[in-house]
């Protein structure tokens, strides 16, 4: 069992800054595949980023690219995602997930294991 926990979450204004870490624990993260996804209020939960276990592939959803940045160090058996000039439409509860495997994976039934989420609040 993996258990994923987020921190970092909070309120900002627009263009702020913000970044996320996700620990893991249960399974060295060299063996995981992660990636962040986000629920805004009203709406469905979305891909934001994927990471595979050696960095080398990375996605992101297109409305974050050049924004965002995810990472991991498998060493400390964490995931990050640095958020820069953060919009309203940021806004939302962030998950932290990851599944047995190398590769990335960008869809949410990919996925086994999720944290709880932390909050993210961009005003303007």
């Known amino acids: 069992q993996v258990q994923l926990v987020e921190s970092g979450g909070g309120s900002v204004q627009v263009g702020d800054s913000l970044s996320l870490s996700c620990a893991a624990s249960?399974?060295?993260?060299?063996?995981?595949?992660m990636a962040w996804f986000r629920r805004a209020p009203g709406k469905e939960r979305e891909f934001v980023s994927a990471i595979d276990w050696s960095s080398e592939t990375i996605y992101y959803q297109e409305s974050v690219k050049g924004r965002f940045t995810i990472s991991r160090d498998n060493d400390k058996n964490m995931l990050y995602l640095q958020m820069l000039n953060l919009k309203p439409e940021d806004t939302a509860v962030y998950y932290c997930?990851?599944?047995?495997?190398?590769?990335?994976?960008?869809?949410?039934?990919?996925?086994?294991?999720w944290g709880q989420g932390t909050q993210v609040t961009v005003s303007s």
């Open positions: 997930t990851a599944r047995d495997g190398m590769s990335a994976f960008t869809s949410a039934d990919d996925f086994f294991y």
């Open positions: 249960g399974r060295p993260a060299i063996m995981l595949s």
